[in-house]
């Protein structure tokens, strides 16, 4: 039978234990009519993973396969259409569920593979049956590994840069917390639309790896005055954010008034400083906008696929 890693369990409350990893035998996928069995060839780590084995993820469940990224070849598919199409066919997986077709937002409680309760799937086992809908081409530059390394953090980053931060060349953006796999991918998608990037670490490494990557300057947020040293950093034609992409919350809003041009956006991905985030009435008159950009949704899935591929020709 073929193999695959689950969570076991273990006593202790959220964020007190941590869930043990086991290698489990699974039945070989029967898949629905539209659906194919993808052979995985490599599958990935996220940090949900490693909140998933804390008990500090929504959902999170001993029993079903680990991780929503993976890279494989499709070696059955159901229907002679999916055949022709797909059969033989190295592909990337759509981490997510449930946000099929409207832009604004889920048409029902949107999930993510990988070691939940609701979706009782996940990639890091010898065979996945999925949607053929759920399935792009893998790009031919990429190594397996590579690929394996990319979807959720990059459609992630994809839609906090492209769709909520609206960043268009010649614009000013600030990436926070760079380091991270969102934002370093943020980093690329903003310079590829042309932007001029600037970032904020609490690492000086890290800042000079992104100035290497080619973000413009960055500063050190654990720095008295962090944001006036970066209006210093702002040009003279253009001495303003357009827009702030953001992955740790708290109190971002408030920190970025001083930044932000009127009508700025600022382009939520995640919570680290905790769920709340503030704000305020001065944010409201300058016309700031906060969008909360969610896990990523399928409808992104090609868009993003055809920019990746464009990358081996960069």
């Given at each position: 039978m073929?193999?695959?890693?689950?969570?076991?369990?273990?006593l202790g409350?959220?964020g007190?234990?941590y869930?043990p990893?086991k290698i489990?035998?699974v039945?070989?996928p029967k898949?629905?009519?539209?659906?194919?069995?993808v052979k995985?060839?490599c599958?990935?780590?996220?940090h949900r993973?490693?909140?998933?084995r804390?008990?500090?993820?929504?959902?999170a469940?001993?029993?079903?396969?680990?991780?929503?990224?993976?890279v494989?070849v499709?070696v059955?598919?159901?229907?002679?259409e999916?055949?022709?199409q797909w059969?033989g066919?190295?592909?990337?997986?759509?981490p997510?569920?449930?946000?099929?077709?409207?832009?604004k937002g889920?048409?029902?409680?949107?999930?993510i593979l990988?070691?939940?309760?609701?979706?009782k799937?996940g990639?890091?086992?010898?065979?996945?049956?999925?949607s053929?809908?759920e399935?792009?081409p893998c790009?031919a530059?990429?190594?397996?590994?590579e690929a394996?390394?990319?979807p959720?953090a990059?459609?992630t980053a994809?839609r906090?840069?492209?769709?909520?931060?609206?960043?268009q060349p010649?614009?000013?953006?600030?990436?926070?917390?760079?380091?991270?796999?969102v934002?370093?991918f943020?980093?690329?998608?903003?310079l590829?639309?042309?932007?001029?990037?600037y970032?904020?670490?609490?690492s000086e490494?890290?800042?000079?790896?992104?100035?290497?990557?080619?973000?413009?300057?960055?500063?050190n947020?654990?720095?008295v005055g962090?944001?006036e040293?970066l209006?210093?950093?702002?040009p003279?034609?253009?001495?303003?954010l357009?827009s702030?992409i953001d992955?740790a919350?708290?109190?971002?809003v408030?920190r970025?008034?001083?930044?932000?041009?009127?009508g700025?956006?600022?382009a939520?991905?995640g919570?680290?400083?905790?769920?709340?985030?503030?704000?305020?009435?001065?944010?409201?008159m300058?016309?700031?906008e906060?969008?909360?950009?969610p896990?990523?949704p399928s409808?992104s899935f090609f868009?993003?696929?055809?920019?990746?591929?464009?990358?081996?020709d960069?």
């Open positions: 073929p193999k695959a890693i689950v969570m076991g369990e273990a409350g959220p007190e234990t869930w990893l489990t035998e039945p070989f898949p629905r009519a539209d659906e194919v069995v995985v060839s599958a990935s780590l996220n993973d490693l909140f998933a804390q008990k500090l993820y929504r959902g469940t001993p029993g079903v396969p680990i991780m929503a990224d993976a494989g499709v059955f598919a159901a229907s002679e999916n055949k022709k059969l066919k190295r592909v990337l997986l759509a997510a569920r449930g946000w099929e077709s409207d832009p889920p048409e029902s409680d949107m999930s990988g070691g939940t309760v609701k979706l799937n990639c890091c086992q010898e065979y996945i049956a999925v053929a809908a399935i792009e790009p530059h990429l190594s397996d590994s394996a390394a990319i959720l990059a459609l994809w906090a840069t492209i769709v909520k931060a609206e960043v010649g614009h000013n953006v600030l990436i926070t917390g760079i380091g991270g796999g934002a370093l943020c980093l690329q998608f903003a590829l639309r042309g932007a001029s990037v970032v904020s670490s609490g490494d890290k800042i000079s790896k992104a100035k290497a990557l080619g973000a413009t300057a960055g500063v947020y654990k720095n962090w944001s040293q209006l210093d950093l702002l003279s034609k253009r001495p303003y357009d702030i992955g919350g708290g109190d971002v408030w970025s008034l001083s930044l932000l041009r009127a700025g956006i600022i939520s991905y919570m680290t400083l905790g769920p709340k985030v503030t704000f305020s009435m001065p944010a409201v300058k016309n700031i906060v969008c909360f950009n896990s990523p409808i868009d993003w696929t055809l920019t990746l591929g464009s990358w081996a960069t």
